[in-house]
């Protein structure tokens, strides 16, 4: 068994201390006429995260482990692979097996045998996504709602917002439940991961403008009430490591709300920053850099939920030091690989007499070990070992690109890496 070590600035009668938690910046990028940021600044950099439970090296992608689990993949294999820390969810260890046995077990990373620091989101957005499937449809009120806020046909409609939180029916069991900021707080405290995001409303593109308005300001309600019961769970759970707390910004595609909202979550005491939301894919560096002319700099910032390759460098140019996503995993059960070439199916007829690995020169545990054809044979056989190699390789891959990404940046050369990698990832059409 992996021996999860002892968290740093956890002392027994005391609340945990906050110093065991900031952020460095290494290397900066250099500014340039067109940069986005104030005077034409780049916000892109590198750091170090000091965190109880360990370092992470920014810029870095966080592979999510949704249940307390990497799906089909052990700890110690992402380990191996390069993963510095994990991501979990919130609402789902709510659900199960209840985040009191969490606390009960010493916390998220003792737990899942993770070594290493780890993340919880805060649940709003498992809650609030089911409003009615995925077309948006969370209003406070009927009245003065235009047909992009109308349930989707057909859907039954699942969770509904109100100025203190959110009341949903439980996708395990049909319960009806409550979700607001004191009890996502509660709920991430007994987790114990090392950063925590604040109880945010999300909204999608479809939303009206005026909803997007109302959103942000409950939005900046909901973080001084999360900052405040995050305080008071501090002092009260005596012993345990220091948990660091993020805000997020929301604001959709407005500049004018994503700058206000940033400033809102600039303006409360937040160890760091989450870019939550949805953002029109042209527009992501830009919002990243509005968010960052807001935001101190010792203040890490995490973007929520991207994994596409041109995105994940606008990302990083514009301030994004941390990323998640679930895409490689559930891609890769699915058969989808990405390698510098682009992303492709693994399940193609063509590969099924193809004994190279998924990526020549690729050193991860299956391109090391096993070949095309037979993880192609493992996924359409639908065994369990198809769904580990897809898996390894795929988070290999967005782990490497970020730490090659980090290199480049500390090198100087980011501009032409971005160049170079971008270009070769999309020559052949792909996708991802
Ligand atoms: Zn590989």
């Not at 002392?11 to 110093?19: N, T, V």
């Amino acid at each position: 068994m992996m021996k999860t070590s002892t968290p740093l600035g956890a002392a027994e009668g005391k609340p945990g201390d906050r110093s065991a938690f900031s952020f460095e910046t290494q290397t900066r990028l250099e500014s340039r006429s067109d940069g986005f940021g104030k005077d034409g600044a780049r916000y892109g950099r590198t750091g170090t995260i000091h965190t109880p439970h360990g370092d992470i090296q920014t810029p870095t992608f966080i592979p999510v482990a949704t249940q307390g689990a990497m799906k089909a993949v052990l700890p110690e294999q992402m380990k191996e692979l390069g993963a510095q820390c994990l991501l979990s969810n919130a609402f789902h260890l709510f659900e199960r097996p209840g985040d009191e046995v969490v606390d009960e077990a010493g916390g998220l990373s003792r737990f899942m045998n993770w070594d290493g620091p780890t993340y919880t989101d805060s649940g709003g957005f498992q809650v609030l996504s089911l409003g009615a499937g995925f077309k948006k449809t969370l209003a406070m009120d009927v009245e003065g709602m235009k047909s992009d806020d109308i349930i989707a046909e057909g859907k039954e409609r699942l969770a509904f917002v109100d100025e203190d939180g959110v009341t949903f029916k439980s996708p395990l069991n049909g319960e009806k439940k409550r979700f607001s900021a004191e009890i996502s707080m509660r709920i991430q405290h007994n987790i114990g991961a090392d950063m925590m995001f604040s109880f945010d409303e999300l909204t999608t593109l479809m939303n009206t403008r005026r909803y997007q308005e109302q959103s942000v300001e409950r939005t900046f309600r909901w973080a001084k009430r999360c900052v405040a019961e995050h305080r008071r769970l501090t002092e009260e759970r005596l012993g345990k490591p220091y948990q660091a707390l993020f805000g997020v910004v929301q604001g959709a595609n407005y500049e004018d709300l994503r700058r206000l909202a940033a400033s809102q979550i600039a303006s409360l005491d937040f160890d760091g920053v989450g870019i939550g939301g949805a953002i029109e894919k042209r527009l992501l560096g830009q919002t990243c850099a509005w968010i960052c002319d807001a935001m101190p700099e010792s203040r890490p910032r995490h973007v929520l939920g991207i994994a596409s390759v041109d995105d994940i460098f606008s990302a990083v140019e514009n301030g994004g030091d941390t990323f998640d996503c679930v895409a490689p995993a559930r891609c890769g059960r699915n058969g989808a690989v990405f390698t510098h070439r682009g992303r492709w199916n693994i399940k193609r007829a063509q590969f099924k007499h193809d004994f190279e690995p998924i990526e020549a020169g690729c050193d991860c545990y299956a391109c090391r070990n096993y070949s095309r054809a037979y993880i192609d044979h493992l996924l359409r056989a639908r065994e369990m070992n198809g769904y580990t190699l897809a898996t390894i390789h795929n988070e290999h891959f967005f782990i490497t690109l970020l730490a090659d990404i980090r290199k480049a940046i500390e090198g100087g050369y980011f501009d032409e890496f971005r160049q170079e990698t971008v270009t070769h990832f999309y020559e052949n059409g792909s996708r991802g």
